[in-house]
């Protein structure tokens, strides 16, 4: 038991070595726990939870909420995206909410892997963000930028959006 006790405040150690390192923002709510806030490109940041354990460090981090459309098309493109993931995976609550979630040997946590683990957290979320906002969320899309058109707002941060607002014009309808 104390070798575990001394494996979990290593793992401890390296979490707070890598975060300070990076210049990440991080709280340690309790022994072991900590929760890191990554900067995005797509998604403004992620936050990840990490638990130092007994045996394995995990870690979890919010993607997005449970889709509105396209369910199954989601649930597809993650299952196909998670062939070529490193050490995470994608994963789906009882609520329907998306998560990236991670596991790893308590012995096998350093600081190449837990960087590599981040960076892959970070691409899974950020870098597929978008993407899965096309998915389960285009018609949300379309009606918030009709609303923002609306009321003269700014509709920039929807910019990466624009191929879903192509409407036929009238005289060109395929249909």
């Given at each position: 038991?104390?070798?575990?006790?001394?494996?979990?405040?290593?793992?401890?150690?390296?979490?707070?070595?890598?975060?300070k390192?990076?210049?990440?923002?991080?709280?340690?709510?309790?022994?072991?726990?900590?929760?890191?806030?990554?900067?995005?490109?797509?998604?403004?940041?992620?936050?990840?939870?990490?638990i130092?354990?007994?045996?394995?460090?995990?870690?979890?981090?919010?993607?997005?909420?449970?889709?509105?459309?396209?369910?199954?098309?989601?649930?597809?493109?993650?299952?196909?995206?998670?062939?070529k993931?490193?050490?995470?995976?994608?994963?789906?609550?009882?609520?329907?909410?998306?998560?990236?979630?991670?596991?790893?040997?308590?012995?096998?946590?350093?600081?190449?892997?837990?960087?590599?683990?981040?960076?892959?957290?970070?691409?899974?979320?950020?870098?597929?963000?978008?993407?899965?906002?096309?998915?389960?969320?285009?018609?949300?899309?379309?009606?918030?930028?009709?609303?923002?058109?609306?009321?003269?707002?700014?509709?920039?941060?929807?910019?990466?959006?624009?191929?879903?607002?192509?409407?036929?014009?009238?005289?060109?309808?395929?249909?």
């Amino acid at each position: 038991m104390a070798d575990n006790a001394a494996e979990t405040e290593r793992a401890a150690q390296v979490i707070e070595g890598v975060v300070k390192d990076a210049g990440l923002e991080w709280e340690n709510p309790a022994p072991g726990n900590y929760v890191v806030k990554l900067p995005g490109t797509r998604k403004l940041s992620t936050t990840v939870s990490l638990i130092a354990g007994r045996h394995t460090l995990s870690l979890n981090a919010f993607v997005i909420r449970h889709p509105d459309e396209n369910e199954a098309g989601v649930h597809r493109w993650l299952l196909e995206r998670n062939l070529k993931l490193f050490g995470v995976s994608y994963a789906v609550d009882p609520l329907g909410d998306i998560y990236v979630t991670g596991r790893l040997p308590l012995s096998a946590v350093t600081a190449e892997e837990l960087d590599r683990l981040l960076g892959q957290v970070l691409e899974a979320a950020d870098g597929s963000f978008n993407t899965l906002l096309e998915l389960g969320f285009a018609s949300a899309i379309r009606k918030e930028y009709d609303w923002r058109v609306a009321r003269g707002e700014s509709t920039c941060n929807l910019d990466a959006f624009t191929h879903l607002l192509q409407r036929p014009s009238p005289g060109n309808d395929p249909g």
